[in-house]
């Protein structure tokens, strides 16, 4: 459910930004200059970020579940970090294929970059729920990560 709610938040936002590459790729006019469409790109990734945690934090307290409070608070802490990995792969990807402009590799950069952002989501709902099991056998997590 948090890898589903993220990646709806996360998509949404990003909607216009793939609009507009996939109108540049396929060789329309997008109206927008290039010089425009860095700022863009990267005000798109703060929204998506904002859009991604409270999209988690909704669904989460809409289907009452007792871990949303601390499931979006991982998710808000680990999603930059994932949303950097993506852009890397995504960018890894399109060098693999030659950043060419066809749309097999529009379609698997956006492949990977998704691949990516689903193990970034599964990965802070995991957390949240060994750091609630922790707690609820009387161990300290920050003990163990000390440990670890």
Not at 126 to 138: K, Q, V
Request: proline residues 3%; hydrophobic residues 55%; aromatic residues 6%.
């Amino acid at each position: 459910m948090v890898v589903v709610a993220g990646l709806i938040g996360v998509t949404l936002r990003m909607t216009p930004v793939l609009i507009l590459v996939g109108t540049s790729f396929s060789g329309l006019s997008s109206g927008v200059s290039t010089e425009h469409l860095l700022p863009i790109y990267a005000g798109t990734g703060v929204l998506a970020y904002v859009l991604g945690v409270t999209s988690v934090r909704l669904l989460l307290r809409a289907t009452h579940d007792p871990l949303s409070s601390r499931t979006t608070k991982v998710v808000a802490a680990i999603l930059p970090i994932g949303g950097a990995l993506a852009s890397l792969v995504g960018t890894g990807t399109a060098w693999i294929l030659g950043f060419s402009t066809t749309a097999s590799t529009f379609v698997a950069v956006i492949v990977a970059v998704l691949c990516v952002l689903v193990a970034n989501f599964a990965l802070a709902w995991s957390r949240a729920l060994r750091t609630t099991a922790l707690e609820l056998e009387g161990q300290s997590p920050r003990r163990l990560e000390l440990c670890a």
